[in-house]
């Protein structure tokens, strides 16, 4: 089985400010997926930004960024001008090329301080 | 479109139970999978599904069973329910097996 870790089990953030995510994984492949999670206070899973392997630009969707680092196996996301709404748990997901099945880490709470 | 829908949303069982839950898709997607959530954790995989009628083991198979007979179904049995199967459970679906839409999940007790 992959693993994927997320080392920061908490992080905060003040309101408007930029915070960054850790990710590391553990893989012999060279191809394969990597995605963020956000899961609120409601529980509702949602994607917030995913990433091919072979791909070298780093993603990015709207205030959501992401570091790339294929030699350090590290997937690290960025969140500008942090809003109360980013407040919730952040899963780091793996998925290989070859397979179908997705690994997730243990996640990192994030709070937003106003 | 109701999305993932999933039922219960919660249930106390007690050892030795038997239940089914049910998992529905409205989005005609392919891929299914079912999940389950321990406090503090991660996702671990249960089961998946590519398509009706092919199923296959996730990371954490053991006291569950699925089926998946229709596109729009993936239901999730648990036999003999012990303590350890406390947890929430999620299930999702994927049109091509990358983007994952989730429900909003199952909270299960076992006493």
């Known amino acids: 089985a992959q693993t994927v870790t997320q080392s920061q089990p908490e992080m905060s953030v003040q309101e408007a400010e930029t915070v960054t995510l850790s990710c590391t994984y553990d893989?012999?492949?060279?191809?394969?997926?990597l995605f963020w999670y956000k899961q609120p206070p409601s529980r509702q899973m949602i994607l917030v930004i995913r990433?091919?392997?072979?791909?070298?630009q780093n993603a990015t969707e709207n205030r959501f960024s992401v570091n790339f680092q294929k030699a350090a196996k590290s997937f690290s996301l960025k969140i500008s001008d942090s809003q109360l709404g980013d407040a919730a748990m952040y899963f780091c997901?793996?998925?290989?090329?070859?397979?179908?099945?997705?690994?997730f880490g243990t996640g990192t709470s994030l709070t937003v301080i106003p | 479109n109701a999305g993932v829908t999933q039922t219960p949303k919660f249930r106390i069982l007690k050892i030795g139970q038997s239940m089914t839950l049910q998992c529905t898709q409205d989005?005609?997607?392919?891929?299914m999978y079912w999940y389950r959530q321990d406090p503090g954790m991660g996702l671990k995989l249960i089961y998946y599904s590519v398509g009706a009628g092919i199923t296959d083991k996730g990371e954490v198979p053991n006291g569950y069973n699925v089926s998946r007979s229709t596109t729009e179904d993936f239901p999730l049995r648990l036999e003999l329910a012990a303590p350890s199967q406390t947890s929430v459970y999620f299930c999702a679906s994927s049109p091509w097996g990358l983007e994952q839409f989730f429900g909003p999940g199952t909270r299960l007790t076992v006493l």
């Open positions: 893989t012999s492949e060279s191809d394969y997926y």
């Open positions: 997901a793996y998925r290989s090329s070859y397979g179908n099945q997705f690994y």
């Open positions: 989005m005609n997607h392919n891929y």
């Open positions: 990433q091919e392997a072979y791909k070298q």
